[in-house]
């Protein structure tokens, strides 16, 4: 394990790396002409690219997508040092800054008693007190990133509101709410109105992401292994026809089906 010295050096490092590819005259073309706005999807595409790596327990995989994301916050820093707003030190400081005060269980006085469950409640209420004093970010919702993924910022948009009593008691009422959504979308498909239709759409996909909350499941977490799945056994299917020398276009529903079947049968 590296001690703390190895770590600041490779930092120190990566910084100068950063700061040669920004050069005006020496560093790389494409790095140069880059901005917050050029960059910021490959700073989500790094996030998801660590979730998937950890997803799949590759820990040598994970070493890399992590350092691929830090090299995104890096280069944010490094824009933001050139045009003099702030630096990676500063990055740094706040984070640290943030994170003693939000434990004052770890880095002050009070009590380490806590369960987990006792402890996001705390965490929250200390970001609500720091949201209290931003006045651009007043209100229930506020502070909830519009960038988030749209099933995790439902989550916590339906979080924030159940705060203040705006929740359904119980999964079975979001089950009935789901059943009333479901025939306001046929309602719309029927209406021919696209516009509409894509309204209840969202609208069921909403509630859909409250039932995961309301059965302790995270949405975006289980729809990703809906995915995993779904390429797991399509893969299957491929496979069992690449063997018969064919691909899934020179097969049909009820073949594919059939495979796809036996490919739930043998556990995939």
Known sequence: MQTHTAAEAEISRL??????????ERGCPWDVVQDFQSIAPYTIEEAYEVADAIDKGDMGELRGELGDLLF???FHARMAEEAGHFDFADVARGIADKMI???PHVFGDESRDRTPDQQTVAWEAIKAAE???KPKEAGVLAGVAAGLPALTRAV???NRAARVGFDWPDAG?????IT???AELVEARDSGDPAKLAEEYGDLMFVLANLGRHLGIDPETALRGANAKFTRRFQSIEAALAADGRTPSQSDLAEMDALWDAAKERGL
Do not use: F, N, W
């Open 15 to 24: 910084l100068a790396i950063m700061a040669r590819l920004r050069d005006p």
């Open 72 to 74: 995104q916050a890096v």
């Open 101 to 103: 005060r939000r434990h």
């Open 131 to 133: 949201r209290a004093g």
């Open 156 to 158: 916590k948009l339906q």
């Open 173 to 177: 009422e979001v089950l009935a709410k």
């Open 180 to 182: 009333e959504e479901t």
